[in-house]
């Protein structure tokens, strides 16, 4: 099992060739060693005659690492992303988290995974950033006695301090993203799927987004992040795959 | 037991939120009152027209039309959670329900304290002005028993908005059928006049479903109407409505995002 240093993480660094499988492995047998993220061999489909959106992935993410998983539009990433997050189902295979699947353990799994869907939406409009990230530590089940700390971490970590009292609707794209981004840490989760996570984000933005997995790496969790394409792609993915056909290959 | 209190924070938190978003559009209150004031108004001067027979003055049948009005106003809030839910959807914040720990099934029955209690609130408002804009005689004896009957009539409507939720759940359109079964309701519920007055195969028809009782018990508790049945069978309809239907639609509702997670269309809106 490989566990990554913190310091292999630097938003500026270099682009390196890295033994992919090490870290994010295509699983090759079902055996029963459990990941803090495993989509084992999901098959999904939209309409009957359309092709396999998803055609049997299998992916396993080892603890501690970082994989970005391209693909042009419409190749199924996000579809991979929602099966992994529990949202939907696939119609075959199922994805688990240290061996847990959302069917059979449904708040032990959602405690587990935090997801980040592309775009803006996902906010109320009419809430403060405050009020908006105490309702999500609320429904995310965080214990009452620390849901106060929650959110002040947060809204330290993610710079949100000045904006802690602002309506979301009055709020710029780019700062939307980095509540939403803070929202998708605050529960504490192990795994977090990231769906475009750079859109409207500046560069200090995408630095504390950086900081927020660095951090998340140093506790064995673990990011599958979603791109179409190698925005960004100086930063250092433990792995790196692309989805086309419907079938996972490295990149 | 501590996960149960951290539920139990967890509706009170939708609860929260809900208030905070109605509060923030600060003329809603205002309006909702007027609203009342015009209903109240228009129903004194149609009191004072009108002969009903049965009625043995204006004031009887104006107290019997005001506690219809209040309870159309829970009907509205009853009725108001499919479109809720629809707007959770277009905004997105439904998939962040769905996927947090709470659950979307929890958060769905959460969304419904707000509308119900403010409801609530509003049919107490409804009466208030009824009694010191036009004289409204409340049998105050009884009023404060209206408070568990109609808390037991809000358990009573409430899996009529969850049924509604499931279908905005599958078909992704909030007020689908909703119009139609408030004003199909306000007709056999005898909101506004007796049901007596309807054809019997009608009056049959208002004994299937609760909000005919509940208003019945209402109005002998807090305008002192006579009820036919009996304020206790009408009591006992409404506890079987609630202990019947609301595990049913809770698993109707259930199911209904289930089987949009399996055809992948739990995401559209």
Same mark, same amino acid.
């Given at each position: 099992?490989?566990?990554?240093?913190?310091?292999?993480?630097?938003?500026?660094?270099?682009?390196?060739?890295?033994?992919?499988?090490?870290?994010?492995?295509?699983?090759?047998?079902?055996?029963?060693?459990?990941?803090?993220?495993?989509?084992?061999?999901?098959?999904?489909?939209?309409?009957?005659?359309?092709?396999?959106?998803?055609?049997?992935?299998?992916?396993?993410?080892?603890?501690?690492?970082?994989?970005?998983?391209?693909?042009?539009?419409?190749?199924?990433?996000?579809?991979?992303?929602?099966?992994?997050?529990?949202?939907?189902?696939?119609?075959?295979?199922?994805?688990?988290?240290?061996?847990?699947?959302?069917?059979?353990?449904?708040?032990?799994?959602?405690?587990?995974?935090?997801?980040?869907?592309?775009?803006?939406?996902?906010?109320?409009?009419?809430?403060?950033?405050?009020?908006?990230?105490?309702?999500?530590?609320?429904?995310?089940?965080?214990?009452?006695?620390?849901?106060?700390?929650?959110?002040?971490?947060?809204?330290?970590?993610?710079?949100? !301090? $000045?904006?802690? %009292?602002? /309506?979301? *609707?009055?709020?710029?794209?780019?700062?939307?993203? =980095? +509540?939403?981004? #803070?929202?998708?840490?605050?529960?504490?989760?192990?795994?977090?799927?990231?769906?475009?996570?750079?859109?409207?984000?500046?560069?200090?933005?995408?630095?504390?987004?950086?900081?927020?997995?660095?951090?998340?790496?140093?506790?064995?969790?673990?990011?599958?992040?979603?791109?179409?394409? !190698? $925005?960004?792609? %100086?930063? /250092?993915? *433990?792995?790196?795959?692309?989805?086309?056909?419907? =079938? +996972?290959?490295? #990149? | 037991?501590?996960?149960?209190?951290?539920?139990?924070?967890?509706?009170?938190?939708?609860?929260?939120?809900?208030?905070?978003?109605?509060?923030?559009?600060?003329?809603?209150?205002?309006?909702?009152?007027?609203?009342?004031?015009?209903?109240?108004?228009?129903?004194?001067?149609?009191?004072?027209?009108?002969?009903?027979?049965?009625?043995?003055?204006?004031?009887?049948?104006?107290?019997?039309?005001?506690?219809?009005?209040?309870?159309?106003?829970?009907?509205?809030?009853?009725?108001?959670?499919?479109?809720?839910?629809?707007?959770?959807?277009?905004?997105?914040?439904?998939?962040?329900?769905?996927?947090?720990?709470?659950?979307?099934?929890?958060?769905?029955?959460?969304?419904?304290?707000?509308?119900?209690?403010?409801?609530?609130?509003?049919?107490?408002?409804?009466?208030?002005?009824?009694?010191?804009?036009?004289?409204?005689?409340?049998?105050?004896?009884?009023?404060?028993?209206?408070?568990?009957?109609?808390?037991?009539?809000?358990?009573?409507?409430?899996?009529?908005?969850?049924?509604?939720?499931?279908?905005?759940?599958?078909?992704?359109?909030?007020?689908?059928?909703?119009?139609?079964?408030?004003?199909?309701?306000?007709?056999?519920?005898?909101?506004?006049?007796?049901?007596?007055?309807?054809?019997?195969?009608?009056?049959?028809?208002?004994?299937?479903?609760?909000?005919?009782?509940?208003?019945?018990?209402?109005?002998?508790?807090?305008?002192?109407?006579?009820?036919?049945?009996?304020?206790?069978?009408?009591?006992?309809?409404?506890?079987?409505?609630?202990?019947?239907?609301?595990?049913?639609?809770?698993?109707?509702?259930?199911?209904?995002?289930?089987?949009?997670?399996?055809?992948?269309?739990?995401?559209?809106?």
């Amino acid at each position: 099992m490989t566990v990554r240093s913190p310091e292999a993480l630097a938003l500026d660094a270099a682009p390196v060739a890295r033994d992919t499988l090490a870290a994010s492995a295509i699983l090759r047998t079902g055996a029963g060693e459990a990941f803090p993220l495993a989509i084992k061999h999901v098959i999904k489909r939209w309409r009957k005659d359309l092709p396999l959106v998803l055609d049997g992935v299998d992916l396993a993410l080892e603890p501690g690492t970082l994989t970005w998983v391209g693909g042009r539009n419409g190749a199924g990433k996000t579809t991979l992303l929602r099966i992994a997050a529990g949202l939907i189902e696939p119609e075959q295979g199922r994805a688990e988290v240290w061996g847990v699947s959302v069917r059979e353990n449904r708040v032990r799994y959602q405690t587990l995974v935090s997801f980040l869907p592309a775009g803006d939406r996902g906010l109320y409009a009419r809430l403060t950033v405050r009020r908006q990230l105490e309702f999500w530590a609320r429904i995310s089940m965080v214990p009452r006695g620390q849901v106060r700390q929650s959110v002040a971490d947060a809204i330290a970590a993610f710079d949100l !301090g $000045e904006l802690a %009292d602002r /309506r979301v *609707d009055r709020m710029s794209m780019g700062q939307r993203q =980095r +509540l939403r981004i #803070a929202m998708t840490f605050l529960p504490g989760p192990e795994t977090v799927l990231l769906d475009e996570p750079l859109t409207s984000l500046d560069d200090e933005g995408a630095a504390v987004l950086m900081r927020a997995i660095r951090r998340l790496l140093d506790r064995d969790g673990v990011v599958l992040w979603c791109s179409p394409s !190698g $925005e960004r792609l %100086d930063m /250092r993915f *433990d792995a790196r795959w692309i989805i086309d056909g419907g =079938r +996972l290959a490295p #990149a | 037991m501590s996960d149960a209190i951290t539920a139990g924070h967890a509706f009170l938190a939708v609860l929260r939120r809900d208030l905070s978003i109605f509060l923030s559009y600060r003329t809603r209150l205002v309006s909702q009152v007027l609203t009342s004031v015009f209903s109240l108004t228009l129903f004194y001067y149609v009191s004072r027209l009108v002969h009903v027979s049965g009625f043995s003055s204006p004031s009887s049948y104006f107290g019997f039309v005001v506690v219809g009005i209040s309870m159309v106003g829970v009907m509205y809030s009853c009725f108001s959670i499919p479109e809720l839910l629809r707007q959770e959807l277009v905004a997105g914040t439904f998939d962040r329900l769905l996927l947090s720990p709470f659950g979307a099934v929890r958060s769905l029955m959460a969304m419904t304290l707000f509308p119900l209690l403010w409801s609530f609130i509003l049919a107490a408002t409804t009466l208030g002005l009824g009694c010191v804009l036009f004289g409204l005689q409340l049998h105050w004896s009884t009023v404060p028993l209206g408070v568990p009957a109609m808390a037991l009539a809000l358990l009573a409507f409430l899996p009529f908005g969850l049924l509604f939720a499931a279908l905005t759940v599958l078909v992704k359109q909030g007020s689908v059928g909703t119009t139609w079964v408030i004003a199909l309701l306000s007709i056999v519920g005898g909101l506004y006049f007796p049901v007596s007055l309807l054809p019997h195969w009608v009056q049959t028809a208002a004994k299937l479903q609760p909000f005919t009782a509940a208003t019945s018990v209402l109005r002998h508790l807090l305008v002192g109407s006579s009820i036919g049945e009996g304020a206790g069978i009408s009591l006992l309809k409404l506890a079987v409505f609630a202990a019947v239907l609301v595990p049913a639609s809770t698993l109707v509702l259930a199911a209904a995002i289930r089987l949009g997670q399996r055809r992948g269309t739990i995401i559209e809106y």
